[in-house]
């Protein structure tokens, strides 16, 4: 059984930073996207960002483009989101998401991925 755990939210200054990290375990990840997504109070789960396991491709939305970071330690089946300049409309509980084998076109889908954390919160207070 393929499970994905997150950690590292917490509270902080607008123009802080975070790391965030995502331990897969269960399957074979060769072939795998990692992806995080995040959910504000009262809004739909939104695409933050994707890292293709093969090939390394990383994917990101515009929002956080140029501020947000995904890396993967490939040894420890781990994914990280690497979060700078962080706004408060950055508050939200962030999710890490994983499926085997996803196309490029659906790797900021919400549906294309079937597992999923528990989530971590992420606050940044102004």
């Known amino acids: 059984q393929v499970q994905v755990v997150e950690s590292g939210g917490g509270l902080v200054q607008a123009g802080g930073s975070l790391r965030l990290s995502c331990a897969a375990s269960?399957?074979?990840?060769?072939?795998?996207?990692m992806a995080w997504f995040r959910q504000s109070p009262g809004k739909e789960r939104e695409f933050v960002a994707a890292n293709m396991w093969s090939g390394g491709m990383t994917y990101y939305a515009e929002l956080v483009k140029g501020r947000f970071t995904i890396s993967r330690d490939s040894a420890k089946n781990t994914v990280y989101l690497q979060m700078n300049s962080l706004k408060p409309e950055d508050t939200a509980v962030y999710y890490c998401?994983?499926?085997?084998?996803?196309?490029?076109?659906?790797?900021?889908?919400?549906?294309?991925?079937?597992?999923w954390g528990q989530g971590t919160q992420v606050t940044v207070s102004s």
């Open positions: 998401a994983t499926n085997p084998t996803i196309h490029s076109s659906f790797v900021r889908t919400r549906g294309a991925y079937n597992y």
């Open positions: 269960g399957g074979t990840f060769s072939s795998y996207v």
